[in-house]
Structure formats: C-alpha cells, structure tokens
C-alpha cells in the first residue's frame, strides 16, 4: 500500500484546509484509514480514523472542527480542518491500517496555522 497525502499549507488562525490522501496498491486489505500529527518536540498523535463501513473516530480537541471522510471509490480519504488554531500546527500523516493487522503511512504533510 502506498499513501500519498496533499493540502497542507500556512493559514490564519480560524481559517480552514482540507487535507487529501489517496492510496495505491493492495487497497482491498485496508480495514481503516486516518490522520495523525506530530508536532516538533512532540510524539505522533492520532487526529482522526475512519473505517471502510464509515465509522469515525477523533482526538478531543479537533472534534467539531475536524471532519474526516472517505471515497472508497477513489480510495481517498480527506480531513476538513476548520477553525484551526495555532496548536494544530504540525506535520500530518496520513495511515492506513490493514486487516492483517499492518500499518502504512504516507510522507507527511506540513500544516501550520498562525497567530
């Protein structure tokens, strides 16, 4: 499985970006597909998780601003970020996480939100 993650970018504080990953591959294994960040100093946390049925997992502090979706038939998976604040600022990854238990990250995306 490969993951290619785009959209990142600079923005305001209250702005928006939405992130977009999209992968190639042995796709038919991928039980869930997700974001995490890891902001510098700090460890890689999860942000969001959604599974092939739909269901949604996400991080306290994104929820009601963070949305994240999924097209199985383009095997793309995007994260809606708005309202973004300073402390989102980070590199976000993209994961997919196969039913065999294997997990698989793309390059990482750089998001940061000013002041």
């Known amino acids: 499985v490969q993951l290619q993650a785009s959209g990142g970018g600079l923005v305001q504080a209250g702005g928006s970006l939405k992130l977009s990953c999209a992968a190639f591959?042995?796709?038919?294994?991928?039980?869930?597909m997700g974001w995490y960040r890891q902001a510098p100093g700090k460890q890689r946390e999860l942000v969001a998780t959604i599974t092939r049925g739909g269901s949604t997992v996400y991080e306290d502090s994104v929820k009601g601003r963070f949305t994240i979706s999924r097209d199985n038939a383009k095997n793309t998976v995007y994260l809606q970020m708005n309202s973004l604040k300073p402390e989102d600022t980070a590199v976000y990854y993209c994961n997919a996480l196969t039913t065999m238990v294997h997990d698989y990250w793309g390059q990482g995306t750089q998001v940061t939100v000013s002041s």
């Open positions: 591959g042995n796709i038919f294994n991928i039980a869930r």
